[in-house]
Nanobody, 123 residues
Framework: QVQLVESGGGMVQAGDSLRLSCAAS????????MGWFRQAPGKEREFVAG????????YYADSVKGRFTISRHVANNTMYLQMNSLKPEDTAVYYC????????????????WGQGTQVTVSS
């Protein structure tokens, strides 16, 4: 069983940057896909970015392409989300998630979730 813990959230102004971390305990197999999701108040949880743990190939939601970068440090069992040029609409609770198998962007495709970290972007 993989347990995930997010950190790095905070309150920033529009245009600022933040880096989120997701520390995983338990073994992350090479077949895993890891992902970042977010949920704004009153909205459904949505996919942000994901990567294949084996080779780091990444993919993004259109809303964050060119601004966010997902990466991982295999030896540390940690995944990151570098968020640049933040906008007020990026305000949400950000969750990391893990699943065995190929990349998916649906929340029900992921079995393991962290507790979330709040990101607030003011204008």
């Amino acid at each position: 069983q993989v347990q995930l813990v997010e950190s790095g959230g905070g309150m920033v102004q529009a245009g600022d940057s933040l880096r989120l971390s997701c520390a995983a305990s338990g073994r992350i197999f090479s077949s895993y896909t890891m992902g970042w999701f977010r949920q704004a108040p009153g909205k459904e949880r949505e996919f942000v970015a994901g990567l294949m743990w084996s080779d780091g190939i990444s993919y993004y939601a259109d809303s964050v392409k060119g601004r966010f970068t997902i990466s991982r440090h295999v030896a540390n069992n940690t995944m990151y989300l570098q968020m640049n040029s933040l906008k007020p609409e990026d305000t949400a609770v950000y969750y990391c998630a893990a699943r065995r198998g190929l990349p998916r962007s649906g929340i029900y495709d992921y079995a393991n979730w962290g507790q979330g970290t709040q990101v607030t972007v003011s204008s």
